[in-house]
């Protein structure tokens, strides 16, 4: 498995049946693809529907059924379409049981920033900051390190935040950490890793959990 494959496997095992859940633009979105078989859960797009399906085959996209990052997807039996104005209202009234985001950088006290890198044009800020505070849990789903090997766990985000003290849970292709008052609290580790391998590529300083464990990838949906 390549680490968006690890990361979107191990996020879904983050998810209830009966749980309403957005999914962000990019690696967010492949979790549709690994929903444990057993459980159902109804995802949300920001652009107007409940009932999200799997991406579709090749050659069986419908232009007209995008998610809010413009991807092809498929509804589900059963799934609703309405405008933007009722989507925000689901997100803001507090009815997402989970949103799963990507970020630029998330620190130890649960700050995130993913919006907006200054000097560089972006399309706009998105739903994120409403979904971070409207959801009951954040999990972000993203890559521990940077491109250049540079950790994107800080002490501190240094970019402009999206939102304050929200994040709950952080999965990457090497660890599971949860957000906490104390900290950042080391859950799971990748097979083959250390504490110090993941310790190494993140700059806040992670507490171990006596709980700590391998993170697995059994009894879940194949691709």
């Not at 990052?69 to 989507?87: I, M």
């Not at 130890?108 to 800020?125: D, F, R, S, T, Y």
Request: hydrophobic share 45%; glycine share 10%; aromatic share 4%.
């Amino acid at each position: 498995m390549d680490k968006r494959e690890i990361i979107a496997r191990r996020v879904a095992q983050e998810l209830e049946s009966g749980a309403t859940v957005n999914l962000g633009i990019g690696l967010p979105g492949l979790v549709a693809e690994y929903v444990p078989e057993g459980v159902e859960v109804f995802l949300q797009a920001e652009n107007g529907f409940l009932g999200m399906g799997p991406t579709p085959a090749k050659g069986l996209e419908d232009g007209d059924l995008v998610n809010a990052g413009n991807q092809p997807v498929t509804l589900l039996p059963g799934a609703a379409t309405f405008d933007s104005a009722f989507s925000f209202a689901l997100i803001r009234g507090g009815h997402l049981d989970y949103t799963v985001l990507g970020a630029l950088e998330v620190d130890q006290e649960g700050n995130l920033a993913n919006w907006i890198i200054p000097g560089k044009l972006v399309p706009g800020m998105g739903g994120a900051m409403d979904l971070v505070v409207g959801a009951k849990t954040v999990i972000i789903a993203m890559e521990h390190a940077t491109k250049n090997g540079e950790p994107k766990i800080l002490n501190r985000c240094r970019l402009p935040l999206t939102a304050a003290r929200e994040v709950n849970l952080i999965i990457t292709e090497m660890a599971v950490i949860e957000v906490t008052q104390d900290g950042l609290v080391l859950k799971e580790i990748a097979p083959g890793l250390s504490v110090k391998d993941v310790q190494a590529v993140t700059e806040a300083e992670l507490k171990v959990s006596p709980q700590l464990k391998v993170m697995s990838f059994e009894n879940l949906k194949a691709a």
